[in-house]
């Protein structure tokens, strides 16, 4: 079954821990993308992964961080820095061809206590 | 100035109704642009692209202007299940792709 995978759905985390979300996919996407949901708010940028060992940061990278070692895999910590972690967050990917576009996984919402 | 803007709604409208959003994006160099929907408390799911002719899917139609940088999609015969947040999206080149806040729609029985 093809898809992007997201773990867990829901992540309940203690201020000032470090929290790693999952992303996996198995589309055989080159692009991978991280982004935040607040309420009532648009889909914000962290980071992005056009390559294998290659990452840019997004419109808010500050307080996360990302690894992309194997193709089908994208994980996110958000860190102890990250100020307002709270929110419901977004693994996305994409094949090369500029024309096409990006596909989600089914989120992880994450609340810090 | 935000680079894809929307009205952020919410639009009520009865079954059967024909609604219609709009979206202006702000970057020049724009090449593509997509509708998504999300329902509440779900992930994005690709509506449909946007091509320069206009065109249609269904009971969905979306139109492009480029030379006012301005989107629309219109829904006809509205349904029950239309009820969501309506996302319009644009991208230049292989940028990452920019979304707008969202227009919510919720139909009525």
């Known amino acids: 079954d093809g898809g992007i995978t997201q773990s867990p759905k829901y992540l309940f985390r203690k201020e000032g821990q470090n929290v790693t979300l999952s992303c996996e996919q198995n589309l055989n996407h080159d692009a991978m993308y991280w982004y935040r949901q607040d309420p009532g708010q648009g889909l914000r940028l962290i980071y992005y992964?056009?390559?294998?060992?290659?990452?840019q940061k997004g419109d808010i990278a500050e307080g996360y961080s990302v690894s992309r070692e194997k193709k089908e895999s994208f994980p996110l910590t958000v860190t102890s820095a990250q100020k307002n972690p709270t929110a419901f967050y977004l693994c996305?990917?994409?094949?090369?061809?500029?024309?096409?576009?990006?596909?989600f996984g089914p989120g992880t919402r994450l609340t810090v206590l | 100035r935000k680079e894809v803007e929307q009205d952020p709604g919410p639009f009520n409208v009865p079954e059967g109704a024909t609604v219609a959003f709009n979206c202006t994006y702000s970057?020049?160099?724009?090449?593509?642009f997509f509708w998504y929907r999300q329902d509440c408390r779900k992930e994005p799911k690709l509506l449909m692209s946007?091509?320069?002719s206009g065109n249609e899917d269904g009971r969905f139609t979306a139109q492009l202007n480029r030379a006012s940088q301005y989107i629309s999609l219109l829904i006809r015969d509205s349904k029950l299940s239309d009820s969501a947040t309506y996302l319009c999206?644009?991208?230049?080149?292989?940028?990452?792709?920019?979304f707008g806040k969202g227009t919510r729609l919720s139909v009525i029985a």
């Open positions: 996305a990917s994409r094949p090369w061809a500029s024309t096409d576009t990006q596909y």
């Open positions: 946007v091509y320069s």
């Open positions: 970057n020049s160099a724009s090449q593509s």
């Open positions: 992964s056009q390559i294998v060992n290659d990452f």
């Open positions: 999206v644009v991208r230049a080149g292989n940028t990452p792709l920019v």
